[in-house]
């Protein structure tokens, strides 16, 4: 079942860091699809299994697909982008999910960003050179 032929319910998009989700709900009954792969092989860690269905078991929800698009970034952003993309898809639906979703902090965008390398330092970003001793 692609996100072509059935209809379209609501639609979010969640970034972090580099990576972006684009979400998408679907009638159905609960599978989850992240680029054109099963969400639990996608996120195979164990400690990602239950994360990305918070928004969902927050509001006790089981009657909706999800598919999603991910690029960017490693697995702990992707995750948490498609959690607020998920959140956002959520919340466009009925008030009374924004409100729920708000309440615990799923629809804030985090906006913690990789510092960048500044010139003259030596290598990283706080990276200092080495004082030379004689």
Known sequence: MTASKTKIIAEGLGRRKTAVASVRL???TGKVTV????GDEYFSKTVFNSAFNKPLTLLKLTKYDISAKVHG???PGQMDALIMGLARALSSLKPEYHQTMSTNGLL?????ERQRRMVGMGGKARRK???PKR
């Open 73 to 75: 970034g490693g697995l």
């Open 129 to 131: 050179k080495q004082s």
């Open 108 to 112: 804030t965008r985090d906006s913690r």
């Open 26 to 28: 679907l009638p159905g």
């Open 35 to 38: 680029n054109n792969r099963p």
